[in-house]
């Protein structure tokens, strides 16, 4: 994304990004609680939605990273993407 960019050039476009972000996180404490009453979402509803999309995120990674366990000279690796490491440590 900057690698056709001089290093002034992405001192500067970092500079913005830090800005945005701070003016996001800004406006958002201030008038986020506001835009949630207006469509009527509760802030535990926020927080349980959140808590349920970063399971399923954690979730799609556990199955589609490779597992691997080194026991010396021996490896076990995971080569069925629909088992979890921990079912791969119990069948040991």
Do not use: C, W
């Amino acid at each position: 994304m900057t690698a056709g960019l001089t290093p002034e050039e992405r001192g500067r476009m970092a500079k913005s990004v830090a800005m945005n972000s701070f003016l996001l996180l800004i406006a958002s404490t201030l008038i986020g609680a506001y835009v949630l009453d207006f469509f009527g979402v509760s802030i535990p509803a926020v927080q349980v939605a959140g808590g349920i999309v970063s399971l399923r995120h954690r979730l799609v990674a556990a199955e589609q990273s490779q597992f691997a366990v080194s026991d010396g000279a021996e490896q076990v690796t995971n080569s069925n993407p629909g088992r979890s490491p921990i079912s791969v440590l119990s069948t040991l």
